[in-house]
């Protein structure tokens, strides 16, 4: 099987160790298992002398049961026999496109996004239509081009939302008619949700693609919304029936279980879910007001404000290349922020906002620090 190399993770598994202020992290700022337990008012002692007195079987072979009912509670309509846990969103997604696409399939999936989403499935054969979200629609997808796109021989459609790097949020009206497109072609629907409840108004909550559409899948994890990316645990959400069995069949020879120590610290994370998104709220409000005020002040960069998430698209007009601009940032300013032409966004960079405050705010000293020097030169 030929893949394309993944652009965004080759570039962070080359640079993020080599950076003094990683502003490319898209997770909200990591938590530890102290803070964890903490948190949700736990006991974590008690939680580890019962631990320890478990064996290292498979466990639950199809999940641990606290932890898919925490699922569950994140969506309307999905009950937790509706959910296939995964090594994370990164192996959902995969496992997905694994189990549904077969050689000539039609996928439709909007650009730019995380790369999974047009590689995976180009890998597998499938022939991959892509639909631009363009900065004056605020990347947004346009329904009449998604309806242009899509025909009956269509087998899936790939969203986002929040989109990744845009940070862009489709409204409930537009999710559904994303929906009624999908219906109308009866075609699998695919959103990646992973920084879905990460809103920035309070009181908005993003409606799941899972709960709006029959055959509709939601792709979500541990990482970005709960900071528990060490967890390594994701999960498919779907109420068709159909695509379960297939996807629990295909599971047999991929991975056969999550781990038992994983999903139950999970489990304790998603019964504390409303402190935990809280949590992450308070950051990613704080932190993009700080991006906002920064932007609007340097005369080389633009961008759209993001509606939700952790990221953004931010453009400059200096006279070089994304990956050089990125790299001289690193190497001489410290600062680490991800090339937009790993999402095939040309001199552009995509910013990872919900890290520390004290980092965020040192890193975008590094980078005024460069923009300076650049137009001095």
Same mark, same amino acid.
């Given at each position: 099987?030929?893949? =394309?190399?993944?652009?965004?993770?080759?570039?962070?598994?080359?640079?993020?160790?080599?950076?003094?202020?990683?502003?490319?992290?898209?997770?909200?700022?990591?938590?530890?298992?102290? =803070?964890?337990?903490?948190?949700?008012?736990?006991?974590?002692?008690?939680?580890?002398?019962?631990?320890?007195?478990?064996?290292?079987?498979?466990?639950?072979?199809?999940?641990?049961?606290?932890?898919?009912?925490?699922?569950?509670?994140?969506?309307?309509?999905?009950?937790?026999?509706?959910?296939?846990?995964?090594?994370?969103?990164?192996?959902?997604? %995969?496992?997905?496109?694994?189990?549904?696409?077969?050689?000539?399939?039609?996928?439709?999936?909007?650009?730019?996004?995380?790369?999974?989403?047009?590689?995976?499935?180009?890998?597998?054969?499938?022939?991959?239509?892509?639909?631009?979200?363009?900065?004056?629609? %605020?990347?947004?997808?346009?329904?009449?081009?998604?309806?242009?796109?899509?025909?009956?021989?269509?087998?899936?459609?790939?969203?986002?939302?929040?989109?990744?790097?845009?940070?862009?949020?489709?409204?409930?009206?537009?999710?559904?008619?994303?929906?009624?497109?999908?219906?109308?072609?009866?075609?699998?629907?695919?959103?990646?949700?992973?920084?879905?409840?990460?809103?920035?108004?309070?009181?908005?909550?993003?409606?799941?693609?899972?709960?709006?559409?029959?055959?509709?899948?939601?792709?979500?994890?541990?990482?970005?919304?709960?900071?528990?990316?060490?967890?390594?645990?994701?999960?498919?959400?779907?109420?068709?029936?159909?695509?379960?069995?297939?996807?629990?069949?295909?599971?047999?020879?991929?991975?056969?279980?999550?781990?038992?120590?994983?999903?139950?610290?999970?489990?304790?994370?998603?019964?504390?879910?409303?402190?935990?998104?809280?949590?992450?709220?308070?950051?990613?409000?704080?932190?993009? =007001?700080?991006?906002?005020?920064?932007? %609007?002040?340097?005369? %080389?960069?633009?961008?759209?404000?993001?509606?939700?998430?952790?990221?953004?698209?931010?453009?400059?007009?200096?006279?070089?290349?994304?990956?050089?601009?990125?790299?001289?940032?690193?190497?001489?300013?410290?600062?680490?922020?991800?090339?937009?032409?790993?999402?095939?966004?040309?001199?552009?960079?995509?910013?990872?906002?919900?890290?520390?405050?004290?980092?965020?705010?040192?890193?975008?000293?590094?980078?005024?620090?460069?923009?300076?020097?650049?137009?001095?030169?």
């Amino acid at each position: 099987m030929k893949i =394309q190399p993944f652009a965004v993770e080759e570039w962070m598994n080359a640079y993020e160790t080599r950076c003094r202020y990683n502003i490319a992290e898209t997770c909200v700022d990591s938590i530890s298992l102290d =803070q964890l337990f903490e948190l949700a008012g736990q006991d974590r002692d008690a939680f580890f002398r019962k631990i320890s007195s478990v064996r290292l079987t498979y466990g639950d072979i199809e999940g641990y049961p606290p932890f898919l009912e925490g699922i569950a509670r994140l969506y309307r309509n999905i009950q937790p026999s509706e959910v296939v846990v995964t090594h994370g969103a990164a192996g959902a997604n %995969h496992h997905l496109f694994y189990s549904l696409i077969e050689p000539g399939d039609h996928v439709v999936t909007v650009v730019p996004t995380y790369q999974q989403l047009t590689s995976i499935p180009a890998s597998f054969g499938a022939r991959v239509d892509t639909l631009r979200l363009r900065s004056e629609n %605020h990347y947004l997808p346009d329904p009449a081009e998604l309806r242009a796109l899509v025909t009956t021989d269509t087998r899936l459609i790939c969203i986002n939302n929040p989109n990744n790097p845009t940070g862009s949020l489709m409204p409930p009206a537009l999710l559904n008619e994303i929906v009624q497109i999908a219906r109308d072609n009866d075609c699998y629907l695919l959103c990646d949700e992973v920084y879905r409840l990460l809103t920035q108004e309070p009181g908005e909550l993003s409606p799941s693609i899972a709960d709006l559409y029959e055959k509709g899948i939601s792709v979500s994890s541990m990482s970005k919304v709960f900071s528990l990316a060490g967890l390594r645990l994701g999960w498919i959400a779907t109420r068709d029936s159909g695509l379960r069995a297939a996807c629990l069949s295909h599971r047999d020879y991929n991975h056969i279980s999550c781990g038992l120590f994983d999903e139950r610290v999970a489990a304790i994370a998603l019964g504390a879910s409303a402190k935990l998104l809280e949590r992450s709220r308070g950051i990613i409000r704080e932190n993009l =007001q700080i991006l906002d005020d920064f932007i %609007h002040r340097q005369p %080389h960069l633009q961008y759209v404000r993001p509606s939700a998430g952790t990221t953004a698209l931010v453009r400059y007009d200096l006279a070089m290349d994304s990956r050089q601009f990125c790299t001289t940032l690193c190497e001489r300013y410290g600062a680490l922020v991800t090339p937009g032409d790993c999402f095939d966004e040309p001199r552009a960079f995509r910013i990872g906002y919900a890290c520390r405050k004290e980092e965020l705010e040192q890193g975008l000293a590094a980078l005024e620090r460069m923009l300076r020097d650049c137009s001095q030169a």
